[in-house]
Every structure is written in C-alpha cells, then in structure tokens.
C-alpha cells in the first residue's frame, strides 16, 4: 500500500491494529478512531476538522512519525493517550501520562446534565471529587457549577502532579483545591452538596485477567481487593459525615455493582442510565446511605 494521503495511513493503521488484535477502550473503541487519534496528535489538527483533510498529503517528517506511533501502539500495546499524553473528557481535553488512569468514565455526561434530575432546585457551593487522578472529574464539575468550590483529593502524590498541570491548563487554580490525603482524611469538619468518586472497583481476578494495555495504568487506581469494594465500603461508611443535609453521592463501580448490591441490600441504590453507554455508577442521597 502506498501511504501517500492521510487516508492512507489511517486506513494502513486501521488494517494494522485489526491484524494485532489489540484492546480498544481507552478513549475510542475501534480501530479506525484510534488511529484517527494519533493522527490528530502528529498534525496537531482539531478533532472537528473538514473530512477533506483525510486526502491531504503528509510530508515525509508527518508520515514518519505516524508510522512510528502506530508501531509503537501495536509492538507495546500502549493505550494511545500514554503515546499522546491527551485525553478527552466531556469535551475537554487533559493532559495524561502513567502516573494515572486515562480518563473514560460514563460520569462526563452525568456531569455535563449538571447532575439532573437528580439534583432539583438544589444550590451546589462545594463538590467533594474522591480519588480525583487526572483531575478530569473535578474540572468538569467547575466547568458546569463555575459558582462552586471543588476539592479534589487523591492518595497519590504523582496524580496530584498531573492534575495540578490539568488545573493550570483549564485555568481553575481559584476553583478547585488539591488535597493530598486518604479519602476523607483531608476533609475534616467539611461539609458537601455533591461528592463524586471514581474510586478503584477492579477485583483481584479481574485485575490479572485485564488486556495489557490496562497495566500500563497505575494499580493503585485499579485494584480495590478480592471483590473490588476495598474502597467503595470506606466511601460508603463515611460519606454521610461530610454530605450536606440534602447531599447527593455519585460513585462508579463498573463491574463491581453486582458485589456491592450483595454486599448492601438493604441499601436503595439509584442505578444511573446513560444515552452514550457505560453502566456501574449509582446515587445516594445522604439519608439513605445510613444502612451501609
């Protein structure tokens, strides 16, 4: 194939990584999309762009480098962001690398619905971001409330890193606050009208049986113990101290939902539905998280 055009090389990638049978869910879910991805890196070209742009022709340094990554993705199997350091999230692009997880919770469109119907006429002035990573969450969320302070709090020194460059990127420095801590070992005597996690939910047996491109992420972030509620239990024993008295909680749990309905079931859970997919978050008002 002679890899003239950027249609070229993206169908010559496309073909590629279908032939290497790699794991897409890091942001895009097929071959062509991931391939699209670097691509918009290399020519640094917005996402809307023209679809003209596919019979552009690439100079050889463009062409080059492309190549190069979609090897480099094939070869090692590292998720495209790592290979980029860009990632998307409701419509916002953050800066990423190995210190955290690649952002890709269903939690955006939660997020961009201004937490709805769910939240009502409720007055939102603090929002509590548990395990913030990349930030991505916590940034959202002032985004959408920009009348609101945002504490974003992680246990790891080297996601608190990168979500300070997050921070600074999207120019929220006066609005959401890092803290260093232990879930709710940072936030004594605070109280919340939202606190949202994407905690670790991974359970052990799921963690080694994961694609590799999944163990390029932090575990520290991934794996939550042998039925992946490690951390969601602590979330829920103590959430109703720091909520508001109309508080909501927003945790996702993905595959672990099942554990947790077994684990609570005297606890009315809010299963949440979303038009773009994705599924494992559910909702709690404060008084209802009294029976876990």
Not at 103 to 117: C, V
Not at 182 to 194: K, P, R, S, T, V
Request: glycine letters at 6%.
């Amino acid at each position: 194939m002679q890899l003239t055009t950027l249609r070229d090389v993206l169908q010559w990638a496309e073909q590629s990584f279908e032939a290497a049978n790699l794991y897409f869910g890091h942001g895009t879910n097929n071959a062509w999309d991931e391939a699209v991805a670097l691509a918009l890196f290399v020519l640094q070209i917005p996402p809307d762009s023209d679809t003209s742009i596919l019979d552009r022709v690439m100079s050889p340094s463009e062409r080059e480098k492309l190549i190069a990554l979609v090897n480099r993705r094939i070869q090692e199997r590292i998720p495209v962001p790592y290979l980029t350091h860009e990632a998307w999230f409701m419509g916002l692009k953050f800066y990423v690398d190995k210190r955290v997880i690649i952002p890709r919770s269903p939690m955006g469109e939660l997020i961009l619905n201004g937490f709805e119907p769910w939240l009502g006429n409720r007055p939102v002035r603090r929002i509590l971001d548990l395990c913030t990573g990349s930030g991505c969450i916590a940034i959202a969320c002032a985004k959408i409330f920009s009348q609101a302070t945002v504490d974003a709090v992680d246990i790891s020194k080297d996601a608190l890193s990168v979500a300070a460059q997050n921070i600074q990127l999207h120019a929220c420095q006066n609005q959401v606050n890092l803290i260093h801590a232990d879930l709710f070992e940072g936030c004594a005597g605070q109280q919340y009208d939202i606190i949202i996690s994407n905690p670790p939910y991974v359970d052990t047996d799921e963690m080694e049986a994961l694609p590799l491109e999944f163990h390029f992420e932090p575990s520290l972030a991934l794996e939550a113990g042998s039925d992946g509620l490690m951390v969601v239990k602590r979330i829920l024993k103590e959430a109703s101290y720091y909520l508001s008295s109309s508080g909501l909680l927003f945790v996702e749990v993905g595959n672990a939902m099942e554990a947790l309905q077994a684990h609570y079931p005297k606890v009315p859970f809010t299963w949440l539905e979303f038009e773009r997919g994705g599924q494992g978050v559910f909702m709690l008002e404060k008084e209802k998280i009294t029976g876990a």
